[in-house]
């Protein structure tokens, strides 16, 4: 596990989107589950804004991480957040974006998903492989859509199983923790002071971060990168990296 802290979400998105750039020109061909959330948000306008004639973008397959259970066009929708941020301002084809429907029944898209992973990508430890998954984390520890209350589903059989969020009941299609630590790397971007807490005791491997999925992510290649700011970092004490 490399840290890697910075002073503001602007300069995580900068360092994030190097090292991606880093990342496809070392390979012919990129598969990368995308996350939601505030801060990869950040990172697609830096990306769409910095990065737009400096990524081969038609080497690059996205996938998501996980989904709502809305349609492509409801502001709910990770995939819309994409396409506003950065699919929309690259030049990318289309056949290279793999979204979850999440118009679909979930537990169907779930099925149907998990077997678009094992058609499109490499299979490797007899698993679908990604180059790399981004993943956020929530406040209270959660990551893609596995929460600590059901944090059983990191552990299913499944590519892919159905979450449902626990205070509004929103139903959603996520990775399950096969898939995200088969990966050849894993990044976690993280900001904002109400992150710290649950940075901490994941970080000291304290006795409760064996509640928060977030702890669970640990690929099997040992690649993984936690891109933090100085406010999610608050509680640790390390070094910049």
């Known amino acids: 596990m490399e840290l890697k802290i910075y002073n503001s979400k602007e300069a995580v998105a900068q360092s994030f989107s190097e090292y991606l750039a880093q990342l496809v020109q070392a ?3 990129t598969h990368i589950a995308l996350s939601g959330g505030s801060t990869p948000k950040v990172v697609f306008d830096y990306l769409s804004k910095n990065y737009r ?4 973008w038609s080497t690059v397959h996205f996938y998501w991480g996980d989904e709502r ?3 492509p066009s409801d502001d709910e929708s990770n995939y819309k957040m994409t396409v506003e941020h950065l699919l929309s301002k690259i030049n990318i084809p289309n056949t290279n974006v793999h979204r979850v429907k999440g118009e679909d029944v979930p ?3 779930a099925i149907v998903y998990g077997q678009l992973l094992e058609e499109k990508l490499p299979i490797n430890n007899t ?3 990604f180059d790399l998954v981004i993943l956020g984390m929530g406040d209270d520890g959660h990551t893609a859509s596995i929460f600590p209350y059901n944090i059983h589903l990191w552990h299913s059989e499944n590519n892919c199983e159905v979450a449902i969020h626990p205070d509004s009941g929103q139903r959603r299609v996520t990775l399950t923790g096969q898939v995200i630590n088969n990966a050849k790397e894993v990044a976690f971007l993280v900001t904002g002071d109400s992150k710290s807490e649950k940075v901490r005791e994941i970080m000291n491997k304290e006795e409760t971060a064996s509640l928060y999925p977030a702890s669970l992510v640990a690929p099997t290649s040992g690649i993984l990168y936690w891109f933090l700011d100085t406010s999610a970092a ?3 004490t390390l070094e910049q990296s």
């Open 27 to 29: 390979n012919k061909t």
């Open 53 to 56: 004639d400096k990524i081969d």
């Open 69 to 71: 259970c809305v349609p």
């Open 107 to 109: 537990e169907d898209e």
């Open 127 to 129: 698993l679908p492989q």
């Open 234 to 236: 608050k509680e640790i």
